[in-house]
């Protein structure tokens, strides 16, 4: 059984080159295509991590963390160029 890991970056670009690197390393990807159905792909794929962008159109990541963490208590990453404190700090409380 592959581990499946759920990308939600809005920069294809980021999102082709994480996945390329961890597709190496027999990781099963998927990455987020439509940003008002985070929660209904995360339910389809039922992945074992997620990588998760702050910034994304729509609903931030800190969104997305909370209403996933309302779902399951997998391990999510963030994966951002926000370096502040206060973001590092809702992250933690939102569940990453």
């Known amino acids: ?20 690197y961890i597709t190496k390393y027999g990781f099963d990807v998927k990455i987020a295509e439509n940003f ?22 729509k609903y931030d990541g800190f969104y997305w963390c909370r209403r996933i963490r309302q779902k399951s208590k997998i391990p999510i990453i963030f994966i951002s160029a926000r370096d502040s404190g206060m973001d590092q700090v809702m992250a933690l409380e939102n569940g990453a």
């Open 1 to 20: 059984m592959n581990y499946k890991i759920y990308i939600i970056e809005d920069d294809l670009s980021i999102s082709l080159l994480l996945k390329d």
């Open 36 to 57: 008002e159905n985070i929660m209904e792909d995360f339910n389809e794929f039922n992945p074992d991590v997620v990588l998760l962008d702050v910034n994304l159109p």
